[in-house]
């Protein structure tokens, strides 16, 4: 069948100035297939073209949700260069939240290693840098034919990757606006430090009935107290406080340890002299003394919120110094442009 996409067999990139945060087919994916009873567990993996996966319907992930997943950039440079933003860092989060649903934990030297080739095997689907970048999304799922509950023993790891920009469009991309809810993102003692499917899949339902009502996302309260700020569906959060502190929740069971989330902290703290706290803040502390809020994410960058609805309150935060301040050196890093103190950059 044609398809527009295809090209004398071959798939195309999109038009760089149309890009979004939206899949694009590329050439290739990576795999690898662990089993727990092996030495080693997994096998060497390999690139295959990109194509769909053949698993058993009992696939133990199809029931129960025992999937993980990542999200990481690579960005082209000047001179052609290709950069990876702190692989190592999604590496050692891919083998924790495996190891939170009991799953073997892929080497962190395999997945890097998996990662460059995945980029390099669809160099022509990277885009120059003022376009967006090339997103890598890393997979381990449990595949084992199993009706019952309980431990799996075989795994599969899949890599592939897609051309995208800008998460949100327009208006948004500038500023969000956040329902506040009187909920938790996950439950207490839950999976909310790992990065599981079923995470992500029970926040579609709450994000979309508040979309409806013109918000761009949710900002859910922790589940314990339902008082302190925790995470929207996919971004952790910063809250800029009179005082010039800096203040994001702590790591906790509620809490994704978010790569940019810990850029940010460093960036702030070790290049700006910013006062960070990682500490809990209640909302109604946001609401006394917040002056600018942004969230943090791979996906999302940093990107400031201009209004958050807590009950019938509106609270607009009008101030972005901080967020531009941090994001103009985390984009310089992440574009070769300044040097990399922390040593976060990998070549492809
Ligand atoms: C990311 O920011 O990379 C994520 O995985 C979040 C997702 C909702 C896009």
Same mark, same amino acid.
């Given at each position: 069948?044609?398809? !527009?996409?295809?090209?004398?067999?071959?798939?195309?990139?999109?038009?760089?100035?149309?890009?979004?945060?939206?899949?694009?087919?590329?050439?290739?994916?990576?795999?690898?297939?662990?089993?727990?009873?092996?030495?080693?567990?997994?096998?060497?993996?390999?690139?295959?073209?990109?194509?769909?996966?053949?698993?058993?319907?009992?696939?133990?992930?199809?029931?129960? *949700?025992? *999937?993980?997943?990542?999200?990481?950039?690579?960005?082209?440079?000047?001179?052609? #260069?290709?950069?990876?933003? #702190?692989?190592?860092?999604?590496?050692?989060?891919?083998?924790?939240?495996?190891?939170?649903?009991?799953? !073997?934990?892929?080497?962190?030297?395999?997945?890097?290693?998996?990662?460059?080739?995945?980029?390099?095997?669809?160099?022509?689907?990277?885009?120059?840098?003022?376009?967006?970048?090339?997103?890598?999304?890393? @997979?381990?799922?449990?595949?084992?034919?199993?009706?019952?509950?309980?431990?799996?023993?075989?795994?599969?790891?899949?890599?592939?990757?897609?051309?995208?920009?800008?998460?949100?469009?327009? *208006?948004?991309?500038?500023?969000?606006?956040?329902?506040?809810?009187?909920?938790?993102?996950?439950?207490?003692?839950?999976?909310?430090?790992?990065?599981?499917?079923?995470?992500?899949?029970?926040?579609?339902?709450?994000?979309?009935?508040?979309?409806?009502?013109?918000?761009?996302?949710?900002?859910?309260?922790?589940?314990?107290?339902?008082?302190?700020?925790?995470?929207?569906?996919?971004?952790?959060?910063?809250?800029? @406080?009179?005082?010039?502190?800096?203040?994001?929740?702590?790591?906790?069971?509620?809490?994704?340890?978010?790569?940019?989330?810990?850029?940010?902290?460093?960036?702030?703290?070790?290049?700006?002299?910013?006062?960070?706290?990682?500490?809990? @803040?209640?909302?109604?502390?946001?609401?006394?003394?917040?002056?600018?809020?942004?969230?943090?994410?791979?996906?999302?960058?940093? @990107?400031?919120?201009?209004?958050?609805?807590?009950?019938? #309150?509106?609270?607009?935060?009008?101030?972005?110094?901080?967020?531009? !301040?941090?994001?103009?050196?985390? #984009?310089?890093?992440?574009?070769? !442009?300044?040097?990399?103190?922390?040593?976060?950059?990998?070549?492809?």
């Amino acid at each position: 069948m044609a398809d !527009e996409h295809h090209q004398e067999g071959r798939k195309s990139p999109p038009a760089w100035e149309t890009l979004t945060f939206s899949l694009t087919e590329t050439d290739f994916m990576y795999q690898s297939c662990g089993e727990a009873e092996s030495e080693p567990v997994w096998d060497g993996g390999k690139m295959v073209p990109f194509s769909d996966i053949t698993v058993s319907p009992a696939a133990a992930f199809m029931s129960y *949700g025992i *999937g993980i997943f990542e999200g990481l950039k690579a960005q082209r440079v000047a001179g052609d #260069r290709i950069l990876l933003f #702190r692989p190592d860092g999604n590496a050692q989060r891919f083998r924790k939240s495996a190891e939170r649903l009991l799953m !073997e934990p892929f080497p962190a030297d395999q997945f890097v290693g998996a990662v460059r080739q995945v980029v390099r095997s669809n160099l022509r689907f990277v885009p120059p840098a003022q376009y967006g970048s090339f997103y890598v999304r890393p @997979l381990e799922h449990a595949v084992e034919p199993k009706l019952g509950l309980g431990s799996c023993t075989r795994f599969l790891v899949t890599i592939f990757g897609s051309p995208v920009g800008n998460y949100f469009r327009g *208006g948004a991309q500038q500023g969000v606006r956040l329902k506040v809810l009187e909920q938790g993102r996950t439950a207490p003692g839950g999976t909310g430090a790992a990065k599981t499917m079923g995470n992500y899949a029970g926040a579609i339902y709450v994000a979309n009935r508040w979309k409806k009502e013109g918000f761009d996302d949710v900002l859910y309260l922790d589940s314990r107290h339902v008082k302190y700020l925790t995470e929207t569906s996919g971004s952790n959060a910063f809250v800029r @406080l009179r005082t010039g502190a800096l203040v994001t929740p702590p790591l906790d069971d509620q809490i994704l340890p978010g790569i940019t989330r810990d850029s940010t902290i460093r960036i702030a703290r070790d290049l700006l002299g910013i006062d960070v706290q990682e500490r809990a @803040l209640s909302i109604d502390e946001v609401i006394a003394e917040g002056v600018e809020m942004f969230c943090t994410g791979t996906a999302w960058t940093l @990107l400031s919120v201009r209004e958050i609805v807590y009950r019938d #309150r509106k609270i607009v935060l009008k101030a972005q110094d901080a967020r531009q !301040e941090i994001l103009e050196i985390l #984009r310089s890093i992440q574009l070769g !442009e300044r040097d990399d103190p922390f040593g976060w950059i990998v070549e492809v």
